[in-house]
T-cell receptor, first 118, second 112 residues
Framework: NAGVTQTPKFQVLKTGQSMTLQCAQD?????MYWYRQDPGMGLRLIYY???????DKGEVPNGYNVSRLNKREFSLRLESAAPSQTSVYFC?????????????????FGAGTRLSVL | DAKTTQPTSMDCAEGRAANLPCNHS???????VYWYRQIHSQGPQYIIH???NNETNEMASLIITEDRKSSTLILPHATLRDTAVYYC?????????????FGPGTSLSVIP
């Protein structure tokens, strides 16, 4: 059971280049998320998808686009990369489960993609 | 979204209990409190969550005040491997979306 898989693990881009970060989960979760984390900072939500076919902006969506290709896959695209987008990108998935009295929605994270834009 | 406030950093001696506070004074009745941690540059990992009662699992205990405006994560016997950034999150559930916001968290250093 792989959980959440992100590709690539590392990437170096030149300013203006485009690329797509891939994320896939095998837990049949409805919700998926993209975060970025700058050095010494917490995670900031870029986009999320509450269910297949829907996407919504998070805290810092500018410069990014997303596609919820199917229930398993949620990709993040940088159309014209800028040095300010140098960061570590994390994908996560989750779903609500009723476990007795206490419902839960645990996010599972991928290992991250380390992106440098020169 | 309800917001949380955590201290920027804390130290704890190895073997002692680490008590990490979180303030969520605007929490509403159907919102849960979740704790995650992030070790070095790995993806965050779930620790524990609660609604209004105190909770305990194999990793930690969660104490939520009666008015639910604050909570404390307790690592009963901190080890060096518990050095990490700890995030307190208030999780709301809407019918049309499920937005999750992480704050900057608390950087816990466990000292030998």
């Amino acid at each position: 059971n792989a959980g959440v898989t992100q590709t690539p693990k590392f990437q170096v881009l030149k300013t203006g280049q485009s690329m797509t970060l891939q994320c896939a989960q095998d837990m049949n979760h409805n919700s998926m998320y993209w975060y970025r984390q700058d050095p010494g900072m917490g995670l900031r939500l870029i986009y999320y998808s509450a269910s297949e076919g829907t996407t919504d902006k998070g805290e810092v969506p500018n410069g990014y686009n997303v596609s919820r290709l199917n229930k398993r896959e949620f990709s993040l695209r940088l159309e014209s990369a800028a040095p300010s987008q140098t960061s570590v990108y994390f994908c996560a998935s989750s779903d609500w489960i009723t476990d007795g009295v206490l419902a839960k929605n645990i996010q599972y994270f991928g290992a991250g993609t380390r992106l440098s834009v020169l | 979204d309800a917001k949380t406030t955590q201290p920027t950093s804390m130290d704890c001696a190895e073997g002692r209990a680490a008590n990490l506070p979180c303030n969520h004074s605007t929490i509403s009745g159907n919102e849960y409190v979740y704790w995650y941690r992030q070790i070095h540059s790995q993806g965050p990992q779930y620790i524990i969550h609660g609604l209004k009662n105190n909770e305990t699992n194999e990793m930690a205990s969660l104490i939520i005040t009666e008015d639910r405006k604050s909570s404390t994560l307790i690592l009963p016997h901190a080890t060096l491997r518990d050095t990490a950034v700890y995030y307190c999150i208030v999780r709301e559930r809407q019918t049309s979306y499920d937005k999750v916001i992480f704050g900057p968290g608390t950087s816990l250093s466990v000292i030998p």
